[in-house]
């Protein structure tokens, strides 16, 4: 599992031969022979992102995988060999490649300061970006010691690292705030794989067999503990940006999970305060009634926040609305009862459909809060009803004793696991963005390219409409005012697919 000959040969046989051939292949490649016929494909990327790091002809890949393969090689053939000391090598090669392409400086000063020879160690990101726009400069792979040696390193390369650390963040409008779905989750992220990230999220089981990044990047999470950036958009004159909370989904259901998750939540909304922001959304679990009423928790700590704080709920009740078919006469509401949910009810009670509940602490919950008559919501553990409204806690055996044909729109965050051939399974609550939002790369966890939750965009709606309150806690907007203004902002509804177990 672990030996420490093996770790400290790894390392003596990267710093050593792995980078020097590295180095000088580094250095072949840049004579226009081979540049014009090889490496030109990687420097087509002038200004870099993580996938750079790997667009390279098949010539060049076969020969880096034999100069990684010394340490590995070496390792099985001495028998110091252990699986942590591969896991940690070829987790190694991963990051720092990635990091080193992905044109954001994020390697603190202090931790030169700390140990001043790290620098001929380990290169930064703002390091490399010479590389790419000088191109006859800064050739190593990680280790800058080469390009000292041999007098290749840029000069301006410190000065650009300290000027690339002081400059300001630029500070968004909006901000969406989500987290970490499950541990593969961190691969549909835009700093993850573009290929995966521009698709929506499934677990396939090749996966599995990143578990050493995998693992890695738990441990990363875990460690580094803070918020990060996902990613940055432009919608009219409104800057976007989305960060996660370095949390997964099951620690959301852990009670002694609760105070560090508020706090590193609280802890975003005071900084997206400081920088001016104008709305926060809370995405996914950070609006958990259980975790802080909604969003209320805060709004409550803070009252003078200038910052509006919206979960989204409006929004979504709306959607859910617009997703019924318009001669519905009854509907079934199955799931946990939360503040979507009771709102749902009482919209369709005003409106003269039938609510029908499978369970009767259910139906006393709404009857009590609605103040609503048995003609309004009624228990009826057979309803004929084929459409559906359902939420977290719905069970398999609910789902399979529905009628044939049955509509499911989901109410709640997360999707519903489909186990009916002959069902239609909308999606959960989420619109078409209009053309003109920009840098949308990336699909939003399970949802489709360029549609948008409803909890999201509507943190955008509130900044465009410049409304002046908060929309969290057991607060609801005026449903009809916010879907009005979402529509004529240019998003646009969702239409279920005609085929069964498809929308």
């Known amino acids: 599992m672990w030996r420490g000959d093996g770790f400290v040969i790894t390392f003596l046989l990267h710093a050593g031969p792995v980078e020097f051939l590295y180095y000088w292949l580094h250095r072949a490649l840049h004579h226009h022979y081979l540049y014009s016929r090889y490496h030109s494909h990687h420097h087509s990327s002038i200004v870099t992102e993580p996938i750079t790091s790997v667009i390279h002809p098949f010539g060049e890949h ?67 970006s010479l590389h790419h726009t000088l191109f006859r400069t ?9 390009d000292y040696m041999y007098g290749t390193m840029e000069k301006t390369s410190d000065e650009l690292y300290e000027s690339s650390l002081k400059r300001n963040d630029e500070a968004p409008d909006v901000l969406h705030l989500t987290h970490l779905t499950t541990p593969d989750s961190i691969y549909q992220l835009p700093l993850g794989f573009a290929s995966l990230a521009s698709e929506p999220h499934t677990s396939t089981w090749y996966m599995w067999l990143m578990w050493p990044v995998t693992f890695w990047s738990m441990m990363l999470t875990w460690i580094y503990g803070r918020t990060f950036v996902v990613e940055r958009q432009r919608f009219d004159k409104l800057k976007l940006q989305t960060w996660a909370i370095p949390k997964y989904n099951l620690q959301y259901f852990l009670p002694w999970q609760n105070e560090a998750i508020n706090s590193l939540i609280e802890e975003a909304i005071l900084k997206a305060e400081e920088k001016g922001v104008k709305v926060v959304s809370l995405g996914l679990l950070n609006q958990g009634e259980e975790l802080n009423r909604y969003g209320g928790l805060y709004t409550r700590r803070y009252p003078q926040l200038k ?44 409106r003269g459909i039938e609510v029908a509940t499978l369970y009767k602490d259910e139906y006393l919950k709404l009857t009590k809060s609605l103040s609503a008559t048995k003609s309004e919501v009624v228990l009826a553990k057979g309803s004929a009803s084929k459409i559906w409204l359902v939420g977290d806690g719905l069970s398999k055996e609910d789902q399979l004793n529905a009628p044939k044909g049955t509509m499911f729109v989901p109410f709640s965050q ?58 969290c806690g057991y ?24 085929s069964p177990n498809k929308y």
Request: proline fraction near 6%.
């Open 138 to 146: 800064n050739y190593c792979l990680f280790m800058p010691l080469y």
């Open 307 to 350: 910052v509006k704080v919206v979960d989204g709920s409006s929004l979504a009740v709306a959607v859910i609305l617009n997703s019924i078919p318009k001669e519905t006469t009854q509907v079934v509401l199955r799931g946990n009862l939360t503040k979507v949910a009771y709102a749902i009810a009482f919209s369709l009670s005003q």
């Open 475 to 498: 607060a609801m907007s005026d449903i009809d005012k916010v879907w009005e203004a979402t529509l004529r902002h240019g998003f646009q509804p969702l239409i279920l697919n005609a």
């Open 414 to 471: 997360f999707p519903l696991k489909k186990l009916r051939r002959d069902c239609f399974y909308h999606c959960t609550p989420a619109m078409k963005i209009p053309k003109s939002l920009e840098n949308v790369y990336s699909c939003e966890n399970w949802l489709p390219r360029r549609v948008m939750s409803a909890w999201r965009i509507a943190g955008i709606v509130h900044a465009l409409e410049g409304w002046n309150e908060h929309e």
């Open 62 to 128: 076969i020969a880096y995988f034999l100069l990684f393969a010394i340490p590995l090689y070496t390792m099985a053939l001495t028998g110091t060999g252990s699986i942590i000391s591969y896991a940690v090598y070829v987790t190694y090669i991963d990051l720092m490649n990635n990091m080193g392409h992905c044109n954001f400086e994020l390697i603190p000063n202090w931790i030169f300061s700390l140990f001043p020879p790290l620098k001929y160690f380990m290169y930064t990101p703002s390091y490399h």
